[in-house]
């Protein structure tokens, strides 16, 4: 099992900036793909970025030149560095990992953008 603890989400004004951190814990080895979502009231959770082990990344068209994802094999850790945030960004975003074919989830961390 893996488990995921997100931090970082607050109530910021629109053109700040916040970084999301994501920890995995418990059977750690072989994590392959890492990846944020969000989720906004009434909407569907939609990808927002991954990395893959390696470093490469992806992102959504949304957050392009906005948004930078990064991780931290040894400790296990990815991140969201979010700039120029708009009230649109509001969500819930999750971290996700895949291990052995399953996905894992975190609990979720509240992102709010307004003045």
């Known amino acids: 099992q893996v488990r995921l603890v997100e931090s970082g989400g607050s109530l910021v004004e629109p053109g700040g900036s916040l970084r999301l951190s994501c920890a995995a814990t418990?059977?750690?080895?072989?994590?392959?793909?890492m990846a944020w979502y969000r989720q906004a009231p009434g909407k569907q959770r939609d990808l927002v970025a991954l990395?893959?082990?390696?470093?490469?990344?992806n992102y959504a068209d949304s957050v392009k030149g906005r948004f930078i994802i990064s991780r931290d094999n040894a400790k296990n850790t990815v991140h969201l560095q979010m700039n120029s945030l708009q009230p649109e960004d509001t969500a819930v975003y999750y971290c996700?990992?895949?291990?052995?074919?399953?996905?894992?989830w975190g609990q979720g961390t509240q992102v709010t953008v307004s003045s």
């Open positions: 996700s990992a895949q291990r052995g074919g399953t996905t894992y």
């Open positions: 418990g059977k750690t080895f072989n994590i392959g793909l």
């Open positions: 990395i893959t082990y390696g470093g490469a990344t």
